[in-house]
């Protein structure tokens, strides 16, 4: 997928997770007494709005570092695939094609346990 592509989505997905209550599930987490060091809480999105409930980081920030970090992440996951020998690569870049996109994934995966 081109990386424009690819980092436009996950730029709208983290705008989705936040719509979807991601502040507040951290919040909830925290005042259950779960620790912001908590290696739970190290997880991309967790970790970035952290830092907005206990320390007062401006909502907008905490957002743009999740993006940031999300970004990275998924540059670095695109760097480890590139160096594995057999990967198959699908361009799923057309949303409409699901179900097409679906059954080519699916023809790769059972050519790949055929034996």
Do not use: C
Not at 6 to 27: F, K, P, S, T, W
């Amino acid at each position: 997928m081109d990386r424009e592509v690819l980092y436009d989505r996950i730029n709208r997905r983290v705008d989705e997770m936040v719509l979807a209550g991601l502040v507040d599930e951290v919040r909830k987490l925290l005042s259950r007494g779960v620790p912001p060091d908590a290696t739970s809480m190290q997880a991309i999105g967790y970790k970035e709005i952290v830092p907005h409930l206990t320390e007062g980081l401006p909502l907008a920030e905490a957002v743009e570092r999740l993006k940031r970090d999300t970004r990275r992440y998924a540059k670095r996951q695109l760097s480890w695939f590139r160096r594995m020998d057999g990967i198959e690569w699908v361009d799923v870049t057309d949303d409409g094609n699901f179900l097409a996109n679906l059954a080519a994934i699916h023809a790769i995966i059972t050519g790949k346990f055929k034996d």
